[in-house]
């Protein structure tokens, strides 16, 4: 089980980014996905995860209607688009297998690498 998570970079306040995890090694519906940020000196949190078969979508108050988590099966890839990115929205952020509840995301047990995301003027 793999995932590789990409699309990271520097980018303005209001600016926008996609990232994107690219799952290999299972089947893309066999896990629920979800995305953390870890900013300097502070815990990892979770921000946004999609159940197995997306019914189940969470986000964190902080990013509810900023970003938005989407699933592409055909391209074993979960993508995180962040609109109207604040400074505080920076970090390295990872994708993992998750537990995923309307409500609530818990880790799984595979992590991919992060991708540092830097939102500055």
């Known amino acids: 089980v793999q995932l590789q998570a990409s699309g990271g970079g520097l980018v303005q306040p209001g600016g926008s980014l996609r990232l994107s ?3 290999s090694g299972f089947t893309p519906n066999e896990y629920a996905i979800g995305w953390f940020r870890q900013a300097p000196g502070k815990d990892r949190e979770g921000i ?3 159940s197995r078969t997306d019914r189940y979508i969470y986000y964190d ?3 509810k209607g900023r970003f938005t988590i989407s699933r592409d099966n055909a391209k074993s890839t979960v993508y995180l688009q962040m609109s109207s990115l604040k400074p ?3 970090g390295v952020y990872f994708c993992a297998t998750v537990m995923c509840f309307p ?3 818990r880790p799984g047990a595979y ?3 992060g991708t540092q995301v830097t939102v500055s003027s």
């Open 21 to 23: 995890c690219e799952l």
């Open 48 to 50: 946004s995860c999609t």
């Open 61 to 63: 108050d902080s990013v």
């Open 88 to 90: 505080e929205g920076s």
């Open 103 to 105: 409500n609530v995301m």
């Open 111 to 113: 992590w991919g690498q």
